[in-house]
Nanobody, 121 residues
Framework: QVRLVESGGGLVQAGGSLRLSCAAS????????IGWFRQAPGKEREFVAA???????DYVDSVKGRFTISRDNAKNTVYLQMNSLKPEDTAVYYC???????????????WGQGTQVTVSS
């Protein structure tokens, strides 16, 4: 089973940028569709972005044009480049292998520790 570890979170001012990394161990990522989710305090975990094994991407509307998901199969890593960050992007961000039912993305495995992103106003 593939194991994923998130990193790259931190504290940034509104309008700033961060790049999150999702590094895999145990198995290659190249055949998986990988998604990023986030969970803000007191809120449900929500889908953010996904990238398929072929490079096809999908985003939640609130991050379109600001976030970019990508993958480097040679490094067994998926990235989430986050630009023009807003305070409402503050959350713990998680990566996970995903699948989709209709328009709903869901995790295929258990959640990792995540990485905290805090955007100050």
């Amino acid at each position: 089973q593939v194991r994923l570890v998130e990193s790259g979170g931190g504290l940034v001012q509104a309008g700033g940028s961060l790049r999150l990394s999702c590094a895999a161990s145990g198995r290659t990522l190249s055949t998986y569709t990988i998604g990023w989710f986030r969970q803000a305090p007191g809120k449900e975990r929500e889908f953010v972005a996904a990238v398929s094994w072929s490079g096809r991407t999908d985003y939640v509307d609130s991050v379109k044009g600001r976030f970019t998901i990508s993958r480097d199969n040679a490094k067994n890593t998926v990235y989430l480049q986050m630009n023009s960050l807003k305070p409402e992007d503050t959350a713990v961000y998680y990566c996970t292998p995903v699948d989709r039912s209709g328009s709903t993305w869901y995790s295929k495995t258990f959640w990792g520790q995540g990485t905290q992103v805090t955007v100050s106003s």
